[in-house]
């Protein structure tokens, strides 16, 4: 159920927190603010497939079953101070830290203004000026965001700044050796790191029985002298309880996390795969009863933060907000090819063509 604490820990300490101090409590605009993310990200997302049928899209990694996960772990950390190192099925993540539809959609149609990559690469993919969020994703080769990570994470140490680092990875990039290495040396360190996994139970086209032989990611923390915790990641509530834990034994030198959000991968691995090849018919049945954002819709309405009226305001809302963002990245020019290396070759190296 949603607000409760469904996490359970493992691993070389059960004081996730390190000092004992969770997070915060959530408030009521706090909660009514996630759950607009979460409606403004399905929203955007059902336009970008829709557009991607229609042949405007070139590909989509849907976010569509991740949305409560995503929003409850950014609304447990501080985007002015963290780093995230993403990878592509980051969608909630990335409105949550202030990335607007419009800059969303103008990589999807590879439109000038795109901020990650200048149009240059996959959607979602490249990195934010790092005056506006530390945001990075250097490829979408799986699990290579995680030794980058914990680099960053062991710089951060060095300079003595307090900063969490977290790394986003689905339950196929836990199987990859960069993420053996990267806990291992994260946790040797004790470095100020939260291993993020979004467990929807397949990588692209393989489901978790044929991954490994272990029901629980989060196991795998005890293996690296660390805390695992396995949240209801249908649940932003949980999840912001388990990542702000995790964020406060960071920040007090303890070391990192691996925190496993299960959740569904509501569509296939991307709008380019047919996943009725090999996902059961049976293993789809009932999943869209999980729905996060109808969940949370009940909540908010149990606890009597929402209404009718202020249910329909948010949903129009986001409507009119990626209806206007649609409009505005379908008229927008493509990059010119002059610039083209300009985001490839560091300024004065031999590549420079500036």
Not at 36 to 64: C, F, K, P
Not at 73 to 79: E, G, N, Q, T, Y
Not at 154 to 180: C, I, N, P, Q, W
Request: glycine share 8%.
């Amino acid at each position: 159920m949603l607000g409760e604490q469904s996490s359970k820990t493992q691993g070389a300490t059960s004081n996730v927190a390190g000092n004992g101090a969770g997070p915060p409590p959530l408030n009521d605009a706090d909660l009514l603010d996630m759950y607009r993310t979460m409606v403004l990200s399905r929203t955007l997302d059902q336009r970008i497939w829709q557009m991607n049928r229609q042949g405007r899209a070139a590909i989509v990694a849907s976010a569509q079953g991740h949305e409560a996960a995503q929003v409850g772990a950014i609304r447990a950390l501080d985007p002015e101070r963290d780093r995230f190192y993403i990878y592509y099925r980051e969608l909630t993540t990335m409105l949550a830290l202030g990335v607007t539809p419009l800059e969303l959609l103008l990589g999807f149609l590879a439109k000038d203004g795109e901020p990650l990559s200048g149009a240059r690469q996959f959607p979602l993919h490249g990195a934010l000026d790092r005056s506006r969020r530390d945001i990075v994703s250097f490829s979408n080769v799986v699990a290579t965001q995680l030794p980058q990570a914990v680099g960053v994470a062991l710089a951060d140490k060095m300079r003595g700044e307090k900063r969490v680092t977290v790394a986003y990875f689905g339950d196929g990039a836990s199987s990859m050796g960069e993420t053996h290495e990267a806990m291992n040396f994260a946790s040797i360190h004790r470095l100020p790191v939260i291993f993020f996994c979004e467990n929807n139970k397949y990588a692209i086209s393989v489901p978790l029985s044929r991954q490994m032989n272990i029901e629980s990611i989060s196991s795998r923390a005890a293996a690296y002298g660390m805390p695992g915790i396995e949240v209801n990641g249908f649940d932003p509530v949980a999840v912001y309880e388990a990542v702000g834990a995790a964020a406060n034994r960071a920040l007090s030198g303890d070391g990192p996390t691996l925190v496993e959000a299960v959740v569904e991968r509501f569509l296939p691995h991307t709008s380019d795969d047919d996943d009725t090849r090999y996902r059961p018919a049976e293993d789809l049945e009932g999943i869209r009863d999980l729905d996060p954002i109808p969940a949370t819709e009940k909540l908010l309405r149990a606890s009597g933060i929402l209404d009718d009226a202020l249910d329909q305001e948010i949903k129009e809302s986001a409507q009119k907000t990626v209806n206007q963002a649609t409009e505005d990245a379908e008229n927008a020019p493509f990059p010119e090819p002059h610039d083209f290396y300009e985001q490839v070759y560091a300024p004065g190296s031999p590549g420079d063509q500036s």
